[in-house]
């Protein structure tokens, strides 16, 4: 089983809906609130849980606000990106069950 949860930009973590089977595209374009998304480098862990993150690849182009829980759980996950980069606009995080599971998305 998977496990999403989306962290909107406007700080609130409280969407979280389970599928039995790999998520559906259109999960995510609706929850990103774009058709052009990317998976977040070195966000790999939610929690204690293994996870993939998403993010609208064009949102600091379209002036999305900052998400300030989203880089926290990130910046915990990588440190070495605190200055680098930031992520703005919803992140999408998925957990799963079984880890191996993360490997097809």
Known sequence: MYTLTTIFADRREDQVDLFEEEPPLEYYHTQLETDIMETVPYFTTYGDAPCVAFCDEEGKYKDREIN?????????????????????????????????MLRRL
């Open 68 to 100: 300030f829980w989203a880089n926290v759980h990130w910046f915990t996950c990588a440190p070495n990106m605190r200055g680098r980069d930031i992520l703005v606009g919803n992140v999408v995080v998925i957990t799963a069950d079984d880890p191996a």
